[in-house]
């Protein structure tokens, strides 16, 4: 089972860029679907991307963040990357890193409880 860290966090401007990136351990990361979620203050974890195992043909966004996030990884560097630009402050949360072996990245979009593998987070705080 591979294990996950982020980074890439920090305190931005609205209207800034980011890239959170998800570093995983294991010689099977590219058996694994790949997510990343986000948990606000006070709110319930969302979904926020996930890609398929070679990362080149499919690719899910909540609406929230369509046309500001791209999800995308590196198979040879154990690499997951989320870029998100043009920030809101209603995008201020803990960003997860998530994967699973079995699960379809579509799967993720109902919300990811019951995913294999999940990270410690990295905050990213959006200022007005």
């Known amino acids: 089972q591979v294990q996950l860290v982020e980074s890439g966090g920090g305190l931005v401007q609205a209207g800034g860029s980011l890239r959170l990136s998800c570093a995983a351990s294991?010689?099977?990361?590219?058996?694994?679907?790949m997510g990343w979620f986000r948990q606000a203050p006070g709110k319930e974890r969302e979904f926020v991307a996930a890609?398929?195992?070679?990362?080149?043909?499919?690719?899910y966004y909540a609406d929230s963040v369509k046309g500001r996030f791209t999800i995308s990884r590196d198979n040879a560097k154990n690499m997951v990357y989320l870029q998100m630009n043009s920030l809101k402050p209603e995008d201020t949360a803990v960003y997860y890193c998530a994967a699973d072996e079995q699960l379809l990245p579509r799967d993720f979009v109902r919300g990811g409880g019951y995913l294999e593998v999940w990270g410690q987070g990295t905050l990213v705080t959006v200022s007005s």
């Open positions: 294991g010689r099977t990361f590219s058996s694994y679907a």
């Open positions: 890609i398929s195992r070679s990362g080149g043909d499919s690719t």
